[in-house]
């Protein structure tokens, strides 16, 4: 298993409730294929350097967690469907 780091930005216009969904959604998404979440660190609110989607603010969620790599391509495609995440990197630790 190899250690990585998910770093992601979701859109300030969703509620906590909804963020705090999303934020969960990833890590079931690691548990349930057989990867440990070290840990989630939510960097909160902040100035995006360059505009995206005519927004200028994004929320940071940096998530680190072991797993094969097979998961880092089910992580991508579950980022790219879901609502509300503006950009997300997925690298090696």
């Known amino acids: 298993m190899r250690k990585y780091e ?3 930005i979701l859109s300030t216009e ?4 909804e963020r705090d969904a999303i ?6 998404v690691v548990l349930d ?4 979440v070290e840990k989630i660190d939510k ?7 360059y505009p995206i989607n005519y927004k200028t603010e994004g929320y940071y969620v940096l998530m680190t967690f072991e797993s094969d790599t ?4 089910e992580l991508k495609r579950v980022a790219g469907i879901t609502d509300g995440v503006m950009r997300r990197l997925i ?3």
Do not use: H, P, Q, R
């Not at 969703?14 to 409730?17: F, K, T």
């Not at 960097?43 to 350097?49: E, I, N, P, Y």
């Not at 097979?70 to 391509?73: K, P, S």
């Open 6 to 8: 998910m770093l992601y």
């Open 14 to 17: 969703i509620a906590d409730e």
């Open 23 to 28: 934020i969960s959604k990833f890590e079931k």
């Open 33 to 36: 294929n057989g990867g440990t």
């Open 43 to 49: 960097w909160g609110a902040k100035k995006l350097v």
């Open 70 to 73: 097979t998961l880092v391509a």
């Open 91 to 93: 690298t090696k630790a």
